[in-house]
């Protein structure tokens, strides 16, 4: 699945490049200059309707879940992902599933994918509540089920984190995957996504419910 391959393949490649050229003895030791211009181009937010290859590779994947909208507004790479984010604060250590579905063929992660996220709410010490002020809505709209010469088994997510007391609300689509499987593509990309809600806690050392 070219969703899948788009993201992963080019994440894996080049990280792992600069991470052996960094490991190089001091006679071997990399041009710093070509290690920024590569963390740059890595780094680079470009609007996701012109830069994502998804967009006309995988149009299957596309608005299912998220809308044009905002799919106009998501900005990234497909190194690390498309957001967009409006001002979405983690106000708590409590949160509610609003949406959680897998949309790709054959439901695969129908039932991994709830399991995956339970246990990385649990190891984030965020608790799942069914009237929580912060909202969460995740939906599968890829998946590449085995690894071929040109791809790694994973998935594509879409996702959105709101804040109802502030009106404010978070949006991502990244792709995830792992050599060793997709439970193990699925059990990060939910880790993933949680990484992302606590790097937007306020006051994160004091975070009350």
């Known amino acids: 699945m070219r969703t899948v391959k788009a993201t992963i393949i080019r994440l894996s490649i080049p990280l792992l490049a600069l ?7 001091a006679a071997q030791a990399p041009d710093p200059h070509q290690l920024l211009g590569e963390l740059s181009r890595l780094s680079a937010r470009k609007p996701f309707l012109t830069d994502s290859p998804d967009v006309y590779l995988e149009p299957d994947s ?6 044009v909208p905002i799919y106009k507004k998501l900005r990234g790479n497909a190194y690390f992902g498309y957001e967009y984010d409006e001002g979405f604060l983690f106000q708590s ?18 039932t991994t994918y709830p399991i995956a ?7 984030s010490g965020i608790e799942v509540q069914k009237a929580a002020p912060h909202q969460i809505g995740v939906c599968i709209v890829g998946i590449e ?35 060793r499987g997709l439970p193990h593509a699925v059990r990060l ?17 004091n975070a009350q419910r």
Not at 19 to 25: K, M, P, R
Not at 62 to 67: A, E, P
Not at 117 to 123: E, Q, R, S, V
Not at 189 to 205: C, G, H, P, W, Y
């Open 19 to 25: 991470w052996v050229s960094a490991s190089s003895t």
């Open 62 to 67: 596309l608005g299912r879940f998220f809308s």
């Open 93 to 110: 250590k409590v949160v509610q599933i609003e949406v959680l579905k897998d949309l790709t063929p054959g439901r695969a992660c129908q």
């Open 117 to 123: 996220l339970h246990n990385a709410f649990k190891a």
């Open 145 to 179: 089920a085995r690894e071929t010469p040109q791809t790694l088994p994973g998935v594509m997510v879409e996702a959105y984190f709101r804040n109802s007391v502030l009106q404010k609300s978070f949006f991502i689509r990244y792709g995830t995957g792992h050599r």
């Open 189 to 205: 990309s939910a880790e993933t996504l949680i990484a992302q809600l606590v790097s937007r806690t306020k006051n994160n050392d």
